[in-house]
């Protein structure tokens, strides 16, 4: 009795032994098909050239991975990226991104998992750090791989820790200029548990340094659904084991796959474009040509801002000179009005004033019609006693015709003083 009971005790622990692996595994162990159920609400699936399956978010051809919305923090594993997009917790840990020149940024899936596939240089006052591209791995970080200009990130120093960090990009026209004076980071962490090894970027007690504040890790928190977020000074993130088939050797593949023919186009051709692989100078970034474009045109703005604001200064000064000069000449114009009245009137003065000085011209010519009849009268009647013969015979009519002569009062005459005559009778004989 006593070995049978030992033999359902030695059973009992044998099969707790043997089940709770097989479930810690069933929970972290996935396969590449989470991806293509997880991302395909943020992008669409294609079947690209090379590289089979491949997926592009649904963004415009600004976005850049590891500049676009999101930021750095330091961890055990080194400096990782943090995304603000839903998909982020998948497209920035696994697989690497390609730059096409017709549909911009493609990810290309892939099972390792890492705080961010990209590549790190620096130099007195700047860190950078690009994408790497499918099938690259750090040892291109230390070697003479070349990474073209345009793909690169660069920043001040200080700003390397701000959870705004795309805000302080430097502009990508002097990549060339600042890569020229950096070098390569070859700092690393290897991690035993997968037995695989990261870019750690930039060392720890520099950043310090140059910023002039404490630097504390954050430490990683697995989580088992997709997801990516600091919480409480700990970065949680979904990052579970992935293989590239399931247990049950199916193969994985997206649920949907758009023809590439049937892809909206995202960046706009350019004769002088430069397609991946063809040679170093390859593609520009789009975003950051027209980041610095609407850098330039905040300048025109407020350049256009400050000539508006010049020009209406300048059309009230205008108003205010046009009032006045409309003002002015009416009161010229009055004033010279009232200056020019004395010389109307002494123009007009000889047609309108002082009739009297004009009466002397014409009194002549009147005088003999209608001034003085008196005086006319004699010349009537020296001019009648040559008519009397002819016109007059009765002397009742010539008494008549002197009767006038009668009338006028004759004016008196001064008479001379008589001389005194000799009294004859007195003087004696």
């Known amino acids: 009795m006593k070995h049978i009971t030992k033999i359902i005790l030695v059973l009992f622990f044998c099969g707790i032994l043997i089940t709770t692996p097989q479930k810690a595994t069933a929970q972290i162990s996935v396969s590449l098909q989470v991806f293509y159920d997880q991302l395909s609400p943020y992008g669409q699936w294609v079947d690209y050239p090379q590289y089979g399956y491949a997926w592009i978010p649904s963004l415009d051809e600004t976005f850049m991975p590891y500049a676009t919305d999101g930021h750095w923090v330091l961890t055990d594993y080194g400096w990782t990226w943090v995304s ?12 690497r991104w390609q730059y096409d020149p017709y549909y911009g940024w493609i990810w290309i899936p892939d099972t390792m998992w890492g705080p961010a596939w990209v590549a790190w240089r620096q130099s007195s006052g700047y860190y950078g750090w690009a994408p790497l591209g ?19 990130v660069f920043v001040r120093d200080v700003d390397i820790v701000r959870p705004d960090v795309r805000r302080y990009y430097v502009n990508r026209t002097e990549n060339v200029t600042i890569i020229k004076k950096t070098t390569v980071i070859k700092n690393t962490y290897v991690d035993r548990s997968r037995n695989i090894t990261y870019v750690a970027g930039p060392d720890k007690n520099e950043v310090q340094k140059v910023t002039g504040k404490p630097v504390k890790p954050v430490a990683i928190e697995e989580s088992n659904k997709p997801e990516q977020k600091v919480n409480n000074d700990k970065l949680v993130i979904y990052k579970p084991q992935v293989k590239k088939e399931d247990n049950s050797g199916k193969k994985p593949a997206p649920p949907k796959v758009v023809a590439l023919k049937d892809v909206k186009k995202r960046v706009p051709r350019r004769e002088n474009a430069n397609v991946p692989g063809n040679n170093q100078q390859q593609e520009k970034n789009n975003r950051n040509i027209n980041r610095s474009d609407s850098d330039n045109n905040r300048a025109i703005q407020q350049q256009q801002k400050v000539n508006q604001n010049k020009n209406r200064l300048d059309s009230g000064n205008n108003k205010v000179n046009r009032q006045q000069e409309e003002k002015n000449p009416q009161n010229i114009n009055r004033a010279d009005s009232n200056n020019n009245r004395p010389n109307q009137q002494q123009e007009r003065k000889p047609q309108n004033i002082n009739p009297s000085n004009n009466k002397p011209n014409q009194q002549p010519e009147r005088k003999p019609e209608n001034i003085n009849p008196q005086n006319n009268k004699p010349s009537q009647e020296q001019a009648k006693p040559n008519m009397k013969p002819q016109n007059m015979k009765d002397t009742s009519l010539n008494k008549n015709l002197h009767q006038p002569q009668q009338k006028p009062k004759p004016k008196p005459v001064p008479q001379k003083p008589n001389k005194p005559q000799p009294d004859t009778a007195r003087r004696p004989h």
């Open 134 to 152: 499918p099938g690259l791995d750090i040892s291109v970080n230390f070697g003479d791989y070349d990474i073209p200009p345009e793909r690169w």
């Open 84 to 95: 603000d997009y839903d998909w982020g917790w998948a497209a920035f840990h696994y697989g």
